[in-house]
């Protein structure tokens, strides 16, 4: 009696042990599931304002280079301008000699007018119709004395129509130079202004997409730490349930310890290592400037594209994270091509791979990086 009632209170705490240690195993479960799926949770919502961070960079850039094309435009026009206002300054110093050559004349005129008034003004008995015919001795000293003063009285009215017409002249080409010289001045304030206005724009632009490009790093930083603390998490929880494992199950123990090992493996973030190479915008003169989703391909896009052998209409619009030297970048799939038959995994557009760090697509060459779809 003492022997089996012993046995089976050995039975009963076995049981309650083994019972004990599947609630651990499940509790130590649910708080894996939890983590895991808060490492998702901040994974997503880092991802999501790091894609919309990169379309409005993309943005950006894409505003900048259309306000350098209109700076470049305003410039070429400021230096059209310049040409322009030579030939008028050329044309204002032929006004400016032609004015100071009428002003020379007037001077004459008046100097003559002067003079002629005099002349009348001595002679006034003798010019004197009345005059002329009492003191004529002869119908021929009349007529002589009438031509005299026909000649004298007619250079009088030609000299004052002709200095007035001088004047009227001068006038003219004094108003003529001023209105020259208000259109060229008032063209230039504007063209000025212009210029102004859109260096600032594209200062504020600049600092924009500085700012975006900060904000994006930060962001992919933060996901990285998020990512790494679930992983640390998970990774301390495993070691006790494995140990219980261990325990209830002997040998078995190591199985599970493989098979967990292979799980954690296959769930380290989904980065993978493969050949990336450059094309499109001003370096490549043999690309395309339409992407196979119908976006447009410059010197600034954000895009990539993947091999046609992947099936490429379910990586259209998936956010795609680069890493190369230290530096990280999240670009969109919107093209795709044969890629060296597959060989290479990306095909980078100019605004990924200058966030690299290079300029041109020969500088980018192919180059192996870290990459995983978002």
Known sequence: MTASHGRIV???RLNKEAALRRTATISRM???LALLGLAFCMSFAVAMPSIAS??????VQGKIQSQTESLQKIVDQVNDSGEEIEALEDEIDGLTADIKKQQTKRTKLQKRISATSLVLYKNVDQLNLASIIMNAESLSDVLDQMEVRRKVLSEYVDLAAEEQRASAELQVSYQEVSDRKDAQQKKLDDLR??????ASAISELQGRADQLSAEQQQMLEAAVAAEKAAEDATGDAEPQEQADNDDDN???????KQETQTEESSSTGGWQTGAASAYGGSTDSVA???AADG??????????????AWGPESYYGRSVEISYG??????????????GGGSRALDLQPGVFKALGFSSCDDWGVRQVQYRFL
């Open 54 to 59: 990169a379309d409005e960079l993309s943005d």
């Open 295 to 308: 976006s447009s391909i410059d010197d600034y896009s954000m895009g990539v594209a993947v091999p046609m």
């Open 326 to 339: 230290g530096v990280t970048v999240v670009a969109t799939v919107v093209d795709c091509g044969d890629m």
């Open 288 to 290: 395309d400037t339409t």
């Open 30 to 32: 649910h708080v894996k």
């Open 193 to 198: 202004k212009q210029q102004e206005e859109l």
């Open 10 to 12: 050995e039975i009963i």
């Open 250 to 256: 002997g040998n078995d123990g190591d199985d599970k």
